[in-house]
């Protein structure tokens, strides 16, 4: 519940936007989201990147959060799903309330292969998401559902992060095909995959630079992009290996550059 | 824009952070008007500063010789050593008056998302002072956010394996604070780590 702190609530207004004289010309809005970075700025304040429901992706300063007697206190920490309520500013805009919905980073952050798997979910969120004040509810509804697995514990880290990746990738508009040749839509199974063709393709449209993964990986990339926990949580490790190798090419490639907290993923 | 040297000394001051193009353009003008030998020992700290100062060969802490003041006290206690991020994290620390261990700065906490990962920080140092065995807790008093805490977690498994005494600063409410304005996280924090009081 937000009204808790009218009081305090006004005195931030007053200080990120202009007094009216009239609430209605006072330019608040309140939105649900995940909290993807936030980097220090000043002496205490903080920008906080969010990934809103109804604005997309957000930027906006959090005055005072890192002293200790800071109203967000650790609201504002990546990986936390918050009600939270903004001012618009001229460049920035101004973080006036926030609430938590679920506290997904505690959990996180007591696995460190959990940590590192949901920090690339995160940075990808962010790339995936160039534009600023676009609202992308499906991607956000994605990256809710990857934290909160990610937070229950429910499969292993390294799944819900390919899992992720690839139907981030195709929300995005970049989805790959795990069956059906990519190029041509004739009906699979076929072996080889490309990069650059989008997926699996058939012998005669081959590309060059095509590999050929073993079925059961196939299998599994296509289990992670539908969701089919129960072929993925049966999955060899052999096949995980290939798979996550997969899917970073494929990120990568539509990314145009690779993810940095992609590297020091704990697999 | 002013000329020549001026313009030069506001650009460097604005280089400083939490130092603003207003700011730099009023203290070069307090810098002008001041005395010259008030200029002179303010420039003197700052070369002395870059030459003398520099990381202690154990613990990673700022230092003016090879080991910092720290490790060569003989009173500190060699067998506890407290783990912090950064140089100004020991200061913070030492204000207490209440550890009379040792330290080990790692340099800053795992970030993935800013490409910094165990072995960009001072964790493989921190595991050849361990394997001696003079150890015998080891305080993880990284900062209480998510990559310290992460950090935390990243060496508490590290160091599993040499039956040491592991612990973690605590968590809980700020004295002085309210109880109506804790957050979740901090408040179920300190509900974990509450204590019994001995009347």
């Given at each position: 519940?937000?009204?808790?702190?009218?009081?305090?609530?006004?005195?931030?207004?007053?200080?990120?936007?202009?007094?009216?004289?009239?609430?209605?010309?006072?330019?608040?809005?309140?939105?649900?989201?995940?909290?993807?970075?936030?980097?220090?700025?000043?002496?205490?304040?903080?920008?906080?990147?969010?990934?809103?429901?109804?604005?997309?992706?957000?930027?906006a300063v959090a005055k005072g959060v890192r002293r200790t007697s800071s109203r967000f206190g650790a609201r504002l920490e990546p990986f936390m799903h918050v009600d939270i309520q903004l001012a618009t500013g001229r460049t920035l805009d101004v973080v006036t309330q926030a609430e938590t919905i679920a506290p997904y980073g505690m959990s996180i952050t007591d696995d460190y292969g959990r940590y590192t798997a949901a920090t690339a979910i995160l940075e990808t969120a962010e790339r995936l998401t160039a534009e600023e004040g676009e609202p992308t509810v499906q991607h956000y509804l994605l990256l809710v559902g990857a934290l909160r697995t990610l937070a229950e514990g429910a499969h292993e880290p390294?799944?819900?992060?390919?899992?992720?990746?690839?139907?981030?990738?195709?929300?995005?508009?970049?989805?790959?095909?795990?069956?059906?040749?990519?190029?041509?839509?004739?009906?699979?199974?076929?072996?080889?995959?490309?990069?650059?063709?989008?997926?699996?393709?058939?012998?005669?449209?081959?590309?060059?630079?095509?590999?050929?993964?073993?079925?059961?990986?196939?299998?599994?990339?296509?289990?992670?992009?539908?969701?089919?926990?129960?072929?993925?949580?049966?999955?060899?490790?052999?096949?995980?290996?290939?798979?996550?190798?997969?899917?970073?090419?494929?990120?990568?490639?539509?990314?145009?550059?690779?993810?940095?907290s992609l590297t020091l993923v704990e697999r | 824009?002013?000329?020549?040297?001026?313009?030069?000394?506001?650009?460097?001051?604005?280089?400083?952070?939490?130092?603003?193009?207003?700011?730099?353009?009023?203290?070069?003008?307090?810098?002008?008007?001041?005395?010259?030998?008030?200029?002179?020992?303010?420039?003197?700290?700052?070369?002395?500063?870059?030459?003398?100062?520099?990381?202690?060969?154990?613990?990673?802490?700022?230092?003016?010789?090879?080991?910092?003041?720290?490790?060569?006290?003989?009173?500190?206690?060699?067998s506890i050593l407290c783990v912090v991020e950064e140089p100004k994290d020991v200061v913070a620390i030492e204000r207490t008056r209440e550890y009379r261990g040792r330290y080990h700065v790692l340099g800053g906490a795992i970030s993935p998302i800013e490409g910094v990962g165990p072995d960009e920080l001072r964790v493989r140092e921190l595991m050849s002072r361990l394997a001696d065995g003079t150890v015998t807790e080891l305080i993880l008093a990284t900062d209480p956010n998510l990559e310290g805490e992460a950090t935390a977690t990243y060496l508490a498994r590290m160091v599993a394996s040499l039956g040491l005494r592991v612990t973690r600063l605590a968590s809980g409410l700020p004295v002085g604070g309210d109880l109506e304005y804790a957050d979740e996280v901090t408040l179920g924090r300190a509900f974990e780590g509450r204590r019994s009081l001995d009347v």
């Open positions: 519940m937000i009204s808790g702190r009218t009081v305090r609530g006004r005195r931030a207004w007053c200080a990120g936007v202009p007094a009216s004289g009239d609430n209605g010309r006072v330019s608040l809005y309140r939105d649900e989201g995940i909290v993807l970075r936030t980097q220090k700025l000043g002496e205490a304040d903080r920008i906080v990147t969010l990934l809103t429901r109804g604005h997309g992706r957000v930027r390294g799944l819900v992060l390919d899992a992720y990746l690839l139907r981030g990738l195709s929300v995005a508009g970049f989805a790959p095909s795990f069956s059906d040749c990519a190029r041509c839509d004739a009906e699979g199974p076929h072996r080889l995959f490309s990069v650059q063709a989008g997926g699996i393709v058939c012998r005669s449209c081959r590309p060059s630079g095509t590999v050929a993964p073993a079925p059961d990986t196939v299998a599994l990339l296509g289990a992670l992009l539908t969701g089919d926990w129960d072929v993925a949580d049966a999955s060899e490790p052999r096949a995980r290996r290939e798979a996550s190798g997969i899917t970073a090419a494929f990120l990568q490639w539509h990314l145009e550059r690779g993810l940095r | 824009m002013y000329e020549g040297v001026v313009q030069n000394l506001i650009d460097e001051l604005g280089r400083l952070p939490g130092v603003g193009p207003k700011s730099a353009q009023r203290i070069a003008f307090h810098l002008l008007a001041a005395d010259v030998d008030d200029v002179r020992r303010l420039v003197s700290a700052l070369t002395e500063v870059k030459e003398k100062v520099r990381f202690c060969a154990t613990c990673g802490n700022v230092a003016e010789d090879e080991l910092c003041r720290i490790c060569l006290d003989q009173r500190r206690d060699p």
